[in-house]
């Protein structure tokens, strides 16, 4: 089992910052891929930024440019750093992994979401 915890989350004014972190603690091998995903009220869960183990990232084309990634592997971290914010940008933020459960199988985890608001 692993478990996130996010945080850095919060209301910010239009063209602002937000670093959002998550913390992954628990019994695995390793984590493969830890990102971020966003749900806005009426809407479906999309995916914002991932990045694997080895730093690759993928983002989503609204926030690429915008948003970048990162991972600290030792600390089994995930930053999302968040600049130019638009109100469009507003949603719960979801940290996810994927990580080994063992040599044979994956899981997949997620955090209790962080509210990220933007004013205009």
């Known amino acids: 089992q692993v478990q996130l915890v996010e945080s850095g989350g919060g209301l910010v004014q239009a063209g602002g910052s937000l670093r959002l972190s998550c913390a992954a603690s628990g019994t695995f091998l390793s984590i493969n891929d830890m990102g971020w995903y966003r749900q806005a009220p009426g809407k479906q869960r999309e995916l914002v930024a991932v990045s694997t183990s080895g730093g690759i990232t993928n983002y989503a084309d609204s926030v690429k440019g915008r948003f970048t990634v990162s991972r600290d592997n030792a600390k089994n971290t995930v930053i999302l750093q968040m600049n130019s914010l638009k109100p469009e940008d507003t949603a719960v933020y979801y940290c996810?992994?994927?990580?080994?459960?063992?040599?044979?199988?994956?899981?997949?985890?997620w955090g209790q979401g962080t509210q990220v608001t933007v004013s205009s």
């Open positions: 996810n992994a994927r990580y080994k459960k063992n040599w044979y199988a994956t899981g997949d985890a």
